[in-house]
């Protein structure tokens, strides 16, 4: 089982990475997002009109294909979008709603900054191979949902979406962002991570009996482990950005996914991480592996 690595379109198309995977043999792939980024392959960002925005997403996305395609086109794949996918550094989706204008520098209020037809067309081109969404009801602008199982080879995978239901810090503190630099005070009453539709689906998978292994698939951690970031390594004490945050919301995801002794695997937070989750003590909720 084979993660594939987000990539910028700097190297393309990874001439030598390609063949080197198949010596692998790999049986399955798992795309955690980032497949494209914005400016891929230095061509920037066409953001509109949306006709026009589409095709400088698909062309990227051809990249993506063509980069790939002898891995691919005979062997499963799951592939779920991130943010670089819907041309956002981050994202906060905050249940599908737009951000409003005037707030999408850092995106931390909360939302999408394309529109949703755009929004729509990225999701169908990486995730249609999916089984259907085990809870199809759109969101807010009629973005469709994606989250569901997998059953292959003897494993139920949860396939969910960490960012969509998101809440935005911005929206929770103070209109400045003002935000506290004690961990323990940033667990915001009401604040959402997977949201109580996702969270209703991990409990009634989690309780499936029928003896099979079970794997969840996500785009990120639920936990931050970097201690430094950025090119000089500056310390940082905390990332809203990770599935760690809200704190309330990570534990009820982590309580619902317990029962299944399932695996987590994830990307985006760029350092490969092998993590045993505490809930209520150390080491009693799910093992998580992030990709490097």
Known sequence: YLLLPGRSGAVFPMARLGPTLQVLHPSRFFCAGAQIFAACGGSGIVREPVDVAMLDYLRKFWQF???WRDLLRDRPCVVIPDDHDVYQ???WGQG???IPKGREKGFTYGGYVEPPDWVNA???TQSAHLPDPV????VEQGIAVYFTELMYGGVSFAIIEDRKFKTGPEA???EEFARPTDPAKLDAPGAELLGKRQEEFLRRWARQTGGAFKV???QTIFCKVTTHTG???RPTTTDLDCGGWPQSGRRRALEAIRPANALMIHGDQHLGALVHHGIDAWEDGPMAFMVP
């Open 216 to 218: 969840v698939l996500s």
């Open 89 to 91: 550094g981050n994202i």
């Open 231 to 233: 090119a000089q390594l």
């Open 65 to 67: 294909g063509w980069t």
């Open 96 to 98: 599908g709603r737009a």
């Open 135 to 138: 809870d199809p009801a759109p």
């Open 122 to 124: 990225v999701q169908r």
């Open 172 to 174: 929770v503190f103070l």
